[in-house]
């Protein structure tokens, strides 16, 4: 009798098999799971109850939720803030780096160094920045005698959402400011020059020249910052906990206190795949207009 030879599979997909192996092992089946448990009411405290199936609960349940949409609310709030003055202080750094003739390679590398701290070590930097007694801020304020007494950065509620987001923008603006900053060198200079021979203005050189070539790096930057800023949890968990009386918490911070704390596994995970569609709808938001700019200035895929 005789048996089919099995074919050998081809070596490409053999030496791939591996991380076939280790995606689907760290990013699939978690997935898988979490999806799954979304539709159920899992607590941490009691395992039974992840093969209660009970539909779209947990979503109907989000929607009336005053909490989610809270969080909500300030994530979009703390979103818009931080994109928009980390794309003003990025755009006038790329700027002002271009210009420089001597050293720029030097400032190029100090501009990175905020990049390279963890976000868990740049929320206890500032946590201890922003200290009622201990911190530098109401040090230095008291010292030039601005203010008597120290200020509660981390306790009032609009000063801590202000103390996150100066945390945040200082620590991510230098990605706006490389991404930018590629884009001033990959532009022509023909049309500059050109400008300047028929007399406008450094103003309207840069309204009607340079922004309108910049716009497609900007919205690439801003599709990879939002997304990052829509899933800030390390610097606020670090800073305010989500407090004072969750005043600072945002949409991934409640997500974990729900699932860890509430013990509240299921309707945790459907917070976050109610979170994933939104953030799924900014960056397709984003695109839209990134391919929109590049058609206005000629760019082609």
Same mark, same amino acid.
């Given at each position: 009798?005789?048996?089919?030879?099995?074919?050998?599979?081809?070596?490409?997909?053999?030496?791939?098999?591996?991380?076939?192996?280790?995606?689907?092992?760290?990013?699939?089946?978690?997935?898988?799971?979490?999806?799954?448990?979304?539709?159920?009411?899992?607590?941490?405290?009691?395992?039974?109850?992840?093969?209660?199936?009970?539909?779209?609960?947990?979503?109907?349940?989000?929607?009336?939720?005053?909490?989610?949409?809270?969080?909500?609310?300030?994530?979009?709030?703390?979103?818009?803030?931080?994109?928009?003055?980390?794309?003003?202080?990025?755009?006038?750094?790329?700027?002002?780096?271009?210009?420089? !003739?001597? &050293?720029?390679?030097?400032? =190029? %590398?100090? *501009?990175?160094?905020?990049? /390279?701290?963890?976000?868990?070590? +740049?929320?206890?930097?500032?946590?201890?920045?922003?200290?009622?007694?201990?911190?530098?801020?109401?040090?230095?304020?008291?010292?030039?005698?601005?203010?008597?007494?120290?200020?509660?950065?981390?306790?009032?509620?609009?000063?801590?959402?202000?103390?996150?987001?100066?945390?945040?923008?200082?620590?991510?603006?230098?990605?706006?400011?490389?991404?930018?900053?590629?884009?001033?060198?990959?532009?022509?200079?023909?049309?500059?020059?050109?400008?300047?021979?028929?007399?406008?203005?450094?103003?309207?050189?840069?309204?009607?020249?340079?922004?309108?070539?910049?716009?497609?790096?900007?919205?690439?930057?801003?599709?990879?910052?939002?997304?990052?800023?829509?899933?800030?949890?390390?610097?606020?968990?670090?800073? !305010?906990? &989500?407090?004072?009386?969750? =005043? %600072?918490? *945002?949409?991934?911070?409640? /997500?974990?206190?729900?699932?860890? +704390?509430?013990?509240?596994?299921?309707?945790?995970?459907?917070?976050?795949?109610?979170?994933?569609?939104?953030?799924?709808?900014?960056?397709?938001?984003?695109?839209?207009?990134?391919?929109?700019?590049?058609?206005?200035?000629?760019?082609?895929?």
């Amino acid at each position: 009798m005789m048996f089919p030879t099995l074919r050998r599979p081809p070596e490409w997909l053999l030496l791939l098999m591996p991380a076939f192996f280790v995606i689907a092992a760290v990013i699939l089946m978690p997935l898988v799971f979490s999806l799954y448990s979304s539709f159920t009411p899992y607590r941490l405290t009691k395992p039974d109850t992840l093969w209660k199936w009970i539909g779209t609960a947990n979503y109907q349940k989000i929607l009336t939720d005053g909490k989610f949409w809270a969080a909500f609310g300030r994530t979009i709030l703390f979103l818009t803030i931080v994109l928009n003055l980390e794309l003003l202080l990025g755009l006038a750094i790329a700027l002002m780096i271009s210009r420089v !003739t001597r &050293g720029q390679r030097t400032l =190029r %590398t100090i *501009l990175m160094f905020p990049m /390279m701290f963890s976000p868990i070590l +740049v929320g206890f930097q500032f946590k201890f920045i922003f200290n009622d007694n201990i911190g530098l801020v109401n040090n230095a304020l008291q010292s030039l005698g601005f203010t008597n007494a120290a200020a509660p950065w981390l306790v009032d509620a609009k000063l801590a959402m202000f103390s996150i987001m100066f945390a945040e923008i200082w620590m991510s603006t230098s990605i706006f400011a490389v991404l930018l900053l590629a884009g001033l060198f990959a532009m022509p200079q023909d049309p500059l020059e050109a400008a300047k021979v028929d007399g406008c203005t450094p103003w309207q050189s840069f309204r009607h020249i340079t922004l309108p070539f910049l716009t497609p790096f900007i919205f690439i930057a801003l599709t990879i910052r939002s997304l990052d800023v829509a899933r800030a949890y390390d610097v606020v968990q670090i800073m !305010t906990g &989500g407090g004072p009386a969750r =005043r %600072t918490e *945002l949409v991934w911070t409640l /997500m974990s206190r729900t699932g860890y +704390v509430d013990a509240r596994m299921g309707i945790a995970n459907a917070m976050g795949y109610v979170s994933i569609l939104l953030s799924i709808l900014f960056t397709l938001y984003f695109f839209r207009k990134l391919s929109a700019a590049r058609a206005a200035i000629g760019m082609s895929d």
